[in-house]
């Protein structure tokens, strides 16, 4: 199984959507094996987008992402990086389909409800920023019927 990480950042959290963007997650089968409702650190917000640095939107991104609280998540399944980038839609909200998180709730770039992980190395990297090695190991009692066996 492979991991990511998943935010809902604070437009998202101060628009009430916390409940409906962690149910799109549930319903496409992904399990949550960590999770917290936070204030981010400046520091630890500097070092989530560290790969941003340097860049003219970074310092609007980290005041942005401070601003308000967050509600970090680690999620598990079935090529869940690809899976997750597709429910939350393109990053521009004007790019991003009907049906997605983006596409459905979002109105600007950088107003755009969730931040996930674009790769492997990003989710671990991210993973290991907000949880370290903190996650909860269980077994859903639906597992057999979301994945085939090998």
Request: hydrophobic residues 40%; glycine residues 8%; charged residues 35%.
């Amino acid at each position: 199984m492979q991991r990511t990480f998943v935010m809902v950042k604070p437009d998202g959290v101060y628009r009430r959507l916390i409940g409906k963007v962690i149910q799109r997650f549930e319903d496409k089968g992904f399990k949550i094996i960590a999770m917290d409702f936070k204030n981010m650190s400046k520091k630890q917000a500097e070092e989530l987008y560290s790969v941003h640095k340097g860049k003219d939107f970074y310092d609007k991104l980290i005041n942005y992402i401070t601003a308000g609280p967050v509600v970090t998540m680690a999620l598990e399944g079935k090529s869940v990086i690809d899976s997750v980038r597709k429910v939350i839609g393109a990053t521009n909200p004007a790019e991003a389909l009907a049906g997605t998180i983006r596409g459905d709730y979002a109105s600007e770039i950088r107003r755009n409800i969730v931040h996930a992980s674009d790769s492997k190395e990003s989710a671990e990297r991210e993973l290991k920023v907000i949880f370290g090695d903190r996650f909860v190991d269980y077994t859903e009692l639906d597992e057999e019927w979301l994945y085939e066996g090998d």
